[in-house]
């Protein structure tokens, strides 16, 4: 490590005492950022934390949608994001009137949604999810007619096949997993046949077909340390790759596409993690009048897993 980083990691930490504060990374930070991180998940495990930490901040490394997701769970926390910036195209598709439109078209539907929604969105919802219990969340809704699923269309075809419930979707996706190609996939077979292929729900559905399991990044970093095998390709955002071969030093890893990039996850850095412990900022912070609606559907989705 260089003189520079060091004295960027001993400020941070030094602020960090001084603020109480705590640093949330997702898994798809760059590594510089998940080094300095207190904690390091997918967005349930990091919604979870936000909701029980006893820090007075959380520096929220990840996108819009996360910090929203923390400030609605800890109203009294101050959240601050590094690059507020960081948005999720996918997040955006979907509009809080759009969602509204939708359920007038399917009245008595419940509404369930990707976490990967704007807290507008979610003040719309019955139910949030993410992708680690989405089919848990349509499993529990057995007594419901109609079930609406918000925004992504890949995660919505994903899910109804594995609950065989049939969803009223959107047409949303997340632009750096429909990068992932079949073809992707099937070359890097053939370069690594012994290597077990693990891909997100957010892929395409040829992409989900190909893959021996379909698993939010936390639950591939679990999958991973149990699992016997050596290789993996792994179908998810390249940010996920330098956890696993930490986690796991005797094992190899294989991106199935070098394209599966997220721009928006890759804006924060060490030094503006700094710059925000010094300053205090960009704070995140939801309306009341949203933020009550949007934790409903929060915690009906924590009571179900
Ligand atoms: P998870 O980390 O919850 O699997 O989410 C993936 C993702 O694309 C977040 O934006
Ligand atoms: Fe959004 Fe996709 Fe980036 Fe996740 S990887 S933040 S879903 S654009």
């Known amino acids: 490590m260089i003189k520079e980083d060091k004295k960027i990691i001993t400020k941070i930490k030094e602020l960090k005492k001084k603020h109480n504060a705590i640093i949330l990374a997702h898994n798809y930070q760059l590594p ?3 080094d300095i991180a207190d904690f390091r998940g997918d967005s349930l495990e990091l919604s979870r934390i936000a909701a029980k930490t006893e820090a007075g901040v959380i520096v929220f490394c990840g996108v819009y949608f996360m910090a929203e997701t923390a400030s609605i769970l800890s109203p009294d926390k101050m959240v601050i994001m590094p690059d507020v910036s960081a948005g999720c195209p996918m ?11 939708l359920k007038a078209e399917h009245p008595g539907a419940v509404a369930v949604g990707y976490v990967n929604t704007s807290a507008a969105v979610k003040a719309e919802l019955d139910y949030c999810c993410t992708s680690t219990n989405a089919v848990a ?3 529990a809704l057995k007594d419901k007619k109609e079930i609406i699923f918000i925004p992504d269309k890949y995660l919505a075809d994903y899910v109804s096949k594995k609950s065989g419930r049939k ?3 959107w047409h949303g996706f997340c632009p750096t997993h429909v990068k992932i190609l079949p073809e992707d996939l099937k070359r890097e077979k053939k370069f690594h046949p012994r290597a077990k292929v693990m891909v997100h729900p957010e892929c395409l559905a040829a992409v989900v077909s190909l893959a021996d ?3 939010s990044t936390s639950q591939m970093a679990k999958y991973v340390k149990d699992d016997p095998a050596k290789e993996f390709i792994i179908g998810t955002e390249s940010g996920l790759l330098y956890r696993l071969k930490q986690d796991n030093p005797d094992k190899e890893f ?3 596409s070098e394209r599966a990039v997220c ?3 890759k804006r924060t850095t060490q ?12 704070e995140v912070r939801v309306s009341d009048q949203i933020r009550i609606k949007a934790r409903l559907a929060i915690d009906r989705m924590l009571e179900i897993i």
């Open 263 to 265: 721009p928006n996850m």
């Open 254 to 256: 294989y991106s199935a």
């Open 271 to 282: 030094e503006k993690v700094l710059w925000a412990l010094e300053e205090l900022k960009d």
């Open 137 to 139: 969340v349509i499993n």
């Open 167 to 169: 969803l009223i979707s």
């Open 213 to 215: 399991v379909v698993l």
């Open 32 to 34: 510089e950022v998940q």
């Open 91 to 101: 997040a955006s598709m979907m509009s809080a009137q759009d969602l509204r439109k």
